[in-house]
């Protein structure tokens, strides 16, 4: 069947200290995915799930297919359709419990309402709630049925998606908060909504309950929401399927406010894995990835590839040619430009300030661009319209600005107050540099959606050079960047008193596709990053 990895003394350990009244007569195996992120053929890919899916319905007839969130973006198959090519795959492979992940919500509130209605099983979510009504956007959990067990799937979305997503998905016509997550700082609120949800299912007969959350364990997410925080503080949850943090778990143990065992699984991203939760005849539970599937199902490979050639003579176009990798993750698959500077964000900056020699209004002084908004590297070879798009799926519009000094050190010093800790508000630059000394505790204080409050204490950020001259907080300067980050206030930003000069002056892949063309190959100086930061540690 393929090789497998499973914690073997976490299932016995989990099976041992679990008592149960109504155990199922033959295994119940839920299969999961997590941040697929449109890597639909990619390691095991989604014809390599079904196919094991297949073979587990011949071991048992209880088999439950779950996602964790974040499918609808990530790679072209994703970007080009907004997602829509996803749905129609994961439909044919009849998943039956989804939750919205953060990257759901990247293409506006029309989008992922289509999603919701067109999405054969639906989202579920405890904590995702209409704050007109106080009520939730769907229901808080499903109950499944196995022979004579009740499996109540809880869903629960990261508070994070209101400032990494869109934020203005969430918002009314007037910039007014209309949708929430139970987020706050200390995390009770979330806390509540998810408890509230699991004592329903249980009063409801629920002889267990799955956890299904795009939450995080450890990386780059915050503590408060996180898988673990939350387990440790809930009770009569059995198992956390998660998401978010794109961490290979195949069973992290917790205590949870009983002192009972709540293990914690997730798959990594890209279908890295297959996720397997088995409850046993026994009424024990085990945890376990599936790294390698020895095979696939005809029907799902046929679809994604007549999906692929719907649009593969647009994405096959020649941009230009690179010598080395142009990179965004390293070969572990983590992410370098969220806590660093990189050749690949030097050249998305580069290509946006280059873009503005032809603005009405005059170019622009700095560039800036989110490292979240890179997705993916450039490996070594010819760069197509695929490639770049890979890079920068979002379709993100780009205007510019007049901004103060002031509120550039600002923005800046917001963007790395987590460091060496990742985030995709890490700011890259073009046109200015900076020294970013790492020994200062980070001045800034921000709100329970993450957004700059203010900055109080010695700074981070120093030596700001603007075009080789120091530069100055009263100063007006022109920047381009995305309404993203700027108009709509992505991952925390505010820029404070910035001025519109220029709406909508284009798409930031069309730039970046522009300025690769303007290239007959890469220039070595991409190779690495040109130390427009300075990192003092």
């Not at 022979?147 to 979305?157: E, L, R, S």
């Not at 508000?425 to 959606?449: C, E, I, N, W």
Request: glycine content about 8%; overall charge negative; proline content about 3%.
């Amino acid at each position: 069947m393929g090789k497998r990895f499973m914690l073997a003394l976490l299932a016995v350990a989990l099976a041992a200290s679990v008592c149960r009244a109504n155990t199922p007569k033959n295994d119940i195996v839920i299969l999961f995915t997590n941040d697929v992120n449109c890597g639909v053929d990619e390691n095991i890919g989604y014809a390599g799930v079904e196919y094991y899916k297949r073979a587990m319905h011949k071991r048992t007839p209880y088999v439950t297919l779950v996602d964790a969130g974040n499918w609808a973006q990530g790679g072209a198959i994703g970007d080009i359709s907004q997602g829509r090519y996803i749905v129609e795959i994961m439909n044919a492979m009849s998943y039956e419990i989804a939750v919205p992940g953060n990257h759901e919500f990247d293409y506006g509130w029309g989008h992922f309402q289509s999603f919701a209605r067109n999405l054969k099983c639906g989202f579920v979510s405890a904590n995702f709630r209409d704050l007109r009504t106080g009520k939730l956007v769907f229901a808080p959990y499903k109950m499944r049925k196995y022979g004579n067990v009740k499996v109540a799937f809880v869903g629960a979305c990261t508070p994070e998606s209101i400032a990494i997503s869109t934020p203005s998905t969430f918002m009314d016509e007037d910039g007014k908060y209309i949708y929430d997550f139970d987020g706050e700082s200390t995390g009770e609120k979330l806390i509540a909504a998810i408890q509230k949800a699991v004592d329903s299912a249980k009063s409801e007969g629920a002889d267990y309950v799955v956890l299904v959350g795009h939450l995080g364990e450890y990386k780059d997410v915050v503590k408060e929401w996180s898988a673990p925080f939350i387990a440790e503080r809930t009770r009569n949850i059995d198992v956390f399927i998660d998401g978010h943090s794109h961490e290979v778990t195949p069973g992290l143990l917790c205590k949870n406010l009983d002192g009972k065992d709540v293990v914690i699984t997730q798959t990594g991203s890209k279908l890295m894995n297959i996720g397997q939760v088995t409850i046993t005849k026994t009424g024990g539970i085990k945890t376990e990835l599936i790294s390698r599937v020895d095979g696939k199902t005809p029907e799902i490979d046929a679809l994604v590839n007549e999906i692929k050639a719907r649009y593969g003579d647009t994405l096959s176009q020649k941009l230009t040619h690179t010598d080395f990798i142009l990179r965004a993750k390293d070969d572990n698959n983590e992410w370098l430009i969220r806590n660093q500077e990189t050749g690949l964000a030097d050249l998305v900056a580069d290509a946006l300030l280059a873009s503005t020699a032809e603005a009405k209004t005059g170019k622009a002084d700095v560039a800036i661009m989110n490292g979240g908004n890179i997705r993916n590297n450039i490996d070594v070879g010819d760069i197509t319209f695929e490639d770049a798009l890979n890079v920068l799926p979002y379709n993100t519009s780009i205007a510019i600005w007049e901004v103060s000094g002031q509120t550039i050190l600002d923005e800046l010093e917001h963007s790395v107050r987590l460091y060496p800790n990742r985030t995709g508000g890490f700011l890259h630059v073009a046109g200015m540099t900076y020294t970013l000394d790492a020994r200062v505790p980070s001045p800034v204080q921000t709100d329970d959606k993450i957004y700059l409050l203010k900055i109080s204490g010695e700074r981070r950020i120093k030596d700001a050079m603007v075009n080789g001259e120091p530069l100055d907080p009263k100063k007006i300067y022109k920047l381009v960047g995305s309404n993203y980050i700027v108009r709509e206030g992505g991952d925390g930003h505010v820029f404070k008193g910035a001025k519109l000069v220029e709406a909508d002056y284009g798409v930031e892949l069309d730039m970046f596709a522009d300025y690769l063309r303007s290239f007959p190959e890469i220039p070595e100086k991409y190779k690495d990053s040109q130390h427009r930061v300075t990192f003092v540690k």
